[in-house]
């Protein structure tokens, strides 16, 4: 018997039930769920942004009193959990969550409710974060070092509240990755293999995983730090068998993984973007994506570079300047691949490119000077000093904010139907561009010049940093007015924009297939694929089956001789 | 520096050369195994390269100091170890021979130092940067810095850990002076703690709050 296409209901514009608000809330469509994610992130990064520019302001001039040395720890500490809990980590996964499903030809989830809870959560943890602030906010800094932790020398609920908050991002990432990792594995379109996923579902399966991986490292340290918070454990307190450097160990296996989680994010987005964008296939996947993968755990592995200064020995320190410098190998890779992609290809100059090569630009100067801290003799020197600030920042703001930016105006008509206005795209990728050269360049001097340690709420004038740090100050406005005008951008198009239909960018991956929005049943009827640029396959299709039918329309309207 | 201009300039070069407004054709190019081997070959000798200048360098900054001629006598076999305790928010240098000092440490001139580096409450980083590396004091953990300089002078340094509220006002100094110096100041440290010793001991026997 062979098989016969099954009757489809169609019921349009029908009217939902429950207000807009409680069917978002209570929704466990991955897209659903991943908007939420994402319009987070951009809530956030703006609030982040507001605690960097109060902290410029404190650094304009040597030994300011804008704020006091507390609030200015709070300030920071908020800054660092706003910017990777809730700005970086939630957009790249956010995105994840909405797209990878739709790239590879899925109609939903594998387990839609952990998803669910995983973003209810991260929710929550945002909440908590700044009802903390109400009270007590953590002034712990940013990866809040034991034994400064402990109740002993902060004994205020600031740190409790980030432990909390973060513990519950945390978790609420974990869930959401252990769906992803599950419905990439299980839910793949038919001839989708491995070999042909996306790049940028590829990174989301890598990102999952490291996240499942790295995760909950964290909430074992996190849960560690409330046990010895508050019923008087003794895990990172020294003197009765606690040790101290075990916290640094724990978060830092944390912080990194997040870094290169951040980074193949970017480095996903960028090359569904440049294929897109110049028309041409990927240099080479295979090795794109064995670099991604090995980017994860070569990159996770380096963790005690952060560490160089610590009471460790010094195979250790080799050891975490070997992982580091082979990192050389896989970002060296991708980068050369991204750049050969768009190399003889006819690059359209729109907005997501232009982006993604802002984010190529911006992480490849973070990882050169990252370089230099890997190198155990220059990190005796460097480490610590703004210019760690200024390559952790090149790196993340290349990654999550160029980078993000790219996937997001790159996704947007698909999120929303609507394309993002290009013009105030432009002007907002200048002024973000000039505004992280002049916020952060300075801080390089600072710190390998100068000496300017990290994350003081002062300095003092005729050490040599005055200059640099009012023109960082500088720049960082000029930051904050860029990614503003992204975000104002992104609110106005929403509605305004035009429409887009749902194939803006003439895109060679199953998620252009749906509708834009999408239904939230994705697809009506699935593809087989057959290579990884499945709507390339299928356009050409089209198009020729066009042109036969047409040439023999053309043959049957000849006269019969 | 030059791996940000090699990419820079990548990048320029291809956005230039490759506008859609010059109207070609996208070349389907794909890559072959031989050309991603070569890359891989340079990626990975220039990360071998730099392990190696790493390791060179780092065993280079490592390299024990001696004590020269001008330096104190006693510490020409061994180190003069002088312990150096972070606490919030000020450093405490412990003398061998019990004298200790706050804020500011005097050490002798061409003389190996070393440094034994310990927190008593939270984690500081002890950073002199133009003598010595820079060196994390955690509690529960010796940490070892051992420098020696050959100019007398006073050295600027701070703490380059966030340590709490007063944590950029944590600063210390270091004063290189001669051995004859050096010996003079230890002699007159310990006098002084002797003798405000003796003086709070006999205000407590006479019954008095010191």
Same mark, same amino acid.
Request: charged residues 15%; aromatic residues 12%.
């Given at each position: 018997?062979?098989?016969?296409?099954?009757?489809?209901?169609?019921?349009?514009?029908?009217?939902?039930?429950?207000?807009?608000?409680?069917?978002?809330?209570?929704?466990?469509?991955?897209?659903?769920?991943?908007?939420?994610?994402?319009?987070?992130?951009?809530?956030?990064?703006?609030?982040?942004?507001?605690?960097? !520019?109060?902290?410029?302001?404190?650094?304009?001039?040597?030994?300011?009193?804008?704020?006091?040395?507390?609030?200015?720890?709070?300030? $920071?500490? @908020?800054?660092?959990?706003?910017?990777?809990?809730?700005?970086?980590?939630?957009?790249?996964?956010?995105?994840?969550?909405?797209?990878?499903?739709?790239?590879?030809?899925?109609? &939903?989830?594998?387990?839609?409710?952990?998803?669910?809870?995983?973003?209810?959560?991260?929710?929550?943890?945002?909440?908590?974060?700044?009802?903390?602030?109400?009270?007590?906010?953590?002034?712990?800094?940013?990866?809040?070092?034991?034994?400064?932790?402990?109740?002993?020398?902060?004994?205020?609920?600031?740190?409790?509240?980030?432990?909390?908050?973060?513990?519950?991002?945390?978790?609420?990432?974990?869930?959401?990755?252990?769906?992803?990792?599950?419905?990439? =594995?299980?839910?793949?379109?038919?001839?989708?293999?491995?070999?042909?996923?996306?790049?940028?579902?590829?990174?989301?399966?890598?990102?999952?995983? $490291?996240?499942?991986?790295?995760?909950?490292?964290?909430?074992?340290?996190?849960?560690?730090?409330?046990?010895? =918070?508050?019923?008087?454990?003794?895990?990172?307190?020294?003197?009765?068998?606690?040790?101290?450097?075990?916290?640094?160990?724990?978060?830092?296996?944390?912080?990194?993984?997040?870094?290169?989680?951040?980074?193949?994010?970017?480095? &996903?987005?960028?090359?569904?973007?440049?294929? +897109?964008?110049?028309?041409?296939?990927?240099?080479? =996947?295979?090795?794109?994506?064995?670099?991604?993968?090995?980017?994860?755990?070569?990159?996770?592995?380096?963790?005690?570079?952060?560490?160089?200064?610590?009471?460790?020995?010094?195979?250790?320190?080799?050891?975490?300047?070997?992982?580091?410098?082979?990192?050389?190998?896989?970002?060296?890779?991708?980068?050369?691949? $991204?750049? !050969?992609?768009?190399?003889?290809?006819?690059?359209?100059?729109?907005?997501?490119?232009?982006? +993604? @090569?802002?984010?190529?630009?911006?992480?490849?100067?973070?990882?050169?000077?990252?370089?230099?801290?890997?190198?155990?003799?220059?990190?005796?020197?460097?480490?610590?000093?703004?210019?760690?600030? +200024?390559?952790?920042?090149?790196?993340?703001?290349?990654?999550?904010?160029?980078?993000?930016?790219?996937?997001?105006?790159?996704?947007?008509?698909?999120?929303?139907?609507?394309?993002?206005?290009?013009?105030?795209?432009?002007?907002?990728?200048?002024?973000?561009?000039?505004?992280?050269? $002049?916020?952060?360049?300075?801080?390089?001097?600072?710190?390998?010049?100068?000496?300017?340690?990290?994350? +003081?709420?002062?300095?003092?004038?005729?050490?040599?940093?005055?200059?640099?740090?009012?023109?960082?100050?500088?720049?960082?406005?000029?930051?904050?007015?860029?990614?503003?005008?992204?975000?104002?951008?992104?609110?106005?198009?929403?509605?305004?924009?035009?429409?887009?239909?749902?194939?803006?960018?003439?895109?060679?991956?199953?998620?252009?297939?749906?509708?834009?929005?999408?239904?939230?049943?994705?697809?009506?009827?699935?593809?087989?694929?057959?290579?990884?640029?499945?709507? =390339?396959?299928?356009?050409?299709?089209?198009?020729?089956?066009?042109?036969?039918?047409?040439?023999?329309?053309?043959?049957?309207?000849?006269?019969?001789? | 520096?030059?791996?940000?201009?090699?990419? *820079?300039?990548?990048? /320029?070069?291809?956005?230039?050369?490759?506008?859609?407004?010059?109207?070609?054709?996208?070349?389907?190019?794909?890559?072959?195994?031989?050309?991603?081997?070569?890359?891989?070959? %340079?990626?990975?000798?220039?990360?071998? /390269?730099?392990?190696? /200048?790493?390791?060179?360098?780092?065993?280079?900054?490592?390299?024990?100091?001696?004590?020269?001629?001008?330096?104190?006598?006693?510490?020409? #076999?061994?180190?003069?170890?002088?312990?150096?305790?972070?606490?919030?928010?000020?450093?405490?240098?412990?003398?061998?021979?019990?004298?200790?000092?706050?804020?500011?440490?005097?050490?002798?001139?061409?003389?190996?130092?070393?440094?034994?580096? /310990?927190?008593?409450? %939270?984690?500081?980083?002890?950073?002199?940067?133009?003598?010595?590396?820079?060196?994390?004091?955690?509690?529960?953990?010796?940490?070892?810095?051992?420098?020696?300089?050959?100019?007398?002078?006073?050295?600027?340094?701070? #703490?380059?850990?966030?340590?709490?509220?007063?944590?950029?006002?944590?600063?210390?100094?270091?004063?290189?002076?001669?051995?004859?110096?050096?010996?003079?100041?230890?002699?007159?440290?310990?006098?002084?703690?002797?003798?405000?010793?003796?003086?709070? %001991?006999?205000?407590?026997?006479?019954?008095? *709050?010191?």
């Amino acid at each position: 018997m062979s098989p016969s296409p099954r009757p489809e209901l169609v019921a349009e514009g029908f009217t939902p039930s429950r207000p807009r608000w409680a069917q978002l809330a209570t929704s466990a469509d991955h897209k659903d769920v991943g908007r939420i994610l994402v319009c987070g992130a951009l809530g956030f990064l703006f609030i982040a942004l507001v605690e960097l !520019a109060l902290m410029r302001i404190q650094l304009l001039v040597p030994e300011n009193t804008f704020l006091d040395p507390v609030t200015f720890n709070r300030m $920071l500490s @908020l800054y660092g959990a706003s910017a990777i809990f809730f700005f970086a980590l939630p957009l790249a996964i956010g995105l994840f969550y909405y797209v990878a499903p739709l790239q590879i030809g899925a109609r &939903g989830t594998a387990l839609p409710r952990l998803g669910q809870t995983g973003a209810a959560l991260w929710v929550a943890g945002g909440v908590v974060l700044y009802a903390g602030f109400l009270f007590t906010p953590s002034e712990a800094g940013v990866n809040p070092l034991a034994p400064l932790t402990e109740k002993a020398f902060l004994s205020n609920n600031g740190v409790d509240a980030w432990a909390t908050s973060v513990g519950l991002a945390t978790l609420g990432f974990v869930f959401l990755s252990i769906n992803l990792v599950a419905t990439l =594995r299980t839910m793949r379109a038919p001839g989708l293999a491995w070999r042909r996923l996306p790049v940028f579902s590829w990174a989301a399966v890598v990102s999952s995983w $490291l996240m499942v991986v790295i995760g909950p490292v964290l909430l074992a340290a996190l849960t560690m730090l409330m046990i010895d =918070r508050n019923y008087d454990g003794i895990f990172f307190a020294d003197g009765s068998g606690g040790a101290p450097l075990l916290w640094q160990h724990l978060s830092w296996i944390f912080f990194t993984g997040t870094y290169m989680l951040i980074l193949i994010f970017a480095f &996903g987005a960028i090359a569904e973007i440049a294929t +897109a964008f110049s028309r041409k296939p990927l240099f080479n =996947r295979t090795v794109v994506m064995v670099s991604l993968a090995a980017i994860a755990v070569v990159g996770t592995l380096a963790w005690m570079q952060n560490m160089l200064t610590a009471p460790i020995g010094i195979g250790w320190m080799y050891f975490a300047m070997l992982m580091s410098l082979a990192l050389i190998v896989p970002f060296g890779f991708v980068i050369f691949n $991204l750049i !050969a992609t768009m190399a003889g290809g006819t690059l359209r100059m729109r907005a997501p490119l232009l982006f +993604a @090569l802002g984010a190529i630009f911006a992480i490849s100067i973070g990882l050169a000077s990252e370089l230099c801290h890997s190198l155990v003799a220059a990190a005796w020197k460097v480490k610590n000093t703004t210019d760690a600030t +200024a390559a952790t920042h090149f790196a993340l703001i290349g990654g999550s904010v160029f980078g993000g930016f790219a996937a997001l105006h790159y996704w947007f008509p698909k999120m929303t139907g609507r394309t993002m206005g290009e013009n105030l795209a432009r002007i907002s990728f200048w002024t973000i561009l000039v505004g992280l050269l $002049l916020g952060f360049v300075p801080l390089f001097l600072a710190g390998s010049e100068q000496g300017q340690v990290i994350d +003081a709420y002062k300095y003092f004038a005729g050490t040599g940093v005055t200059t640099y740090n009012v023109i960082a100050s500088i720049g960082v406005f000029i930051l904050f007015v860029g990614i503003l005008l992204t975000i104002l951008n992104a609110i106005f198009s929403r509605e305004g924009g035009a429409e887009a239909g749902h194939d803006p960018w003439g895109g060679e991956t199953l998620e252009w297939f749906a509708l834009s929005p999408p239904e939230p049943h994705n697809f009506d009827i699935l593809p087989d694929v057959r290579s990884p640029r499945p709507l =390339r396959d299928i356009r050409e299709a089209v198009g020729n089956r066009t042109r036969r039918s047409e040439q023999r329309a053309a043959r049957e309207s000849q006269p019969v001789a | 520096m030059i791996l940000i201009v090699a990419v *820079t300039v990548a990048l /320029l070069y291809v956005v230039r050369r490759f506008r859609s407004e010059r109207g070609a054709a996208p070349r389907q190019l794909l890559s072959g195994r031989r050309l991603q081997f070569r890359v891989g070959a %340079v990626l990975t000798f220039f990360a071998a /390269l730099l392990f190696v /200048l790493g390791i060179v360098f780092t065993d280079k900054a490592r390299e024990k100091p001696a004590t020269g001629d001008a330096g104190l006598a006693s510490a020409d #076999s061994e180190p003069l170890k002088i312990k150096a305790t972070g606490q919030q928010w000020l450093w405490r240098y412990d003398y061998p021979n019990g004298a200790f000092s706050y804020y500011k440490l005097v050490v002798p001139v061409d003389t190996a130092v070393e440094l034994e580096l /310990l927190s008593t409450d %939270v984690a500081h980083t002890w950073n002199v940067p133009e003598l010595a590396r820079k060196a994390d004091a955690v509690p529960g953990k010796t940490n070892r810095v051992l420098f020696s300089t050959e100019d007398e002078g006073a050295f600027e340094g701070d #703490s380059a850990t966030l340590s709490g509220q007063a944590y950029a006002a944590m600063r210390t100094e270091v004063e290189v002076v001669s051995p004859e110096e050096y010996e003079a100041f230890v002699e007159a440290q310990q006098e002084d703690i002797q003798s405000a010793q003796d003086r709070v %001991v006999e205000l407590i026997e006479n019954g008095e *709050t010191p």
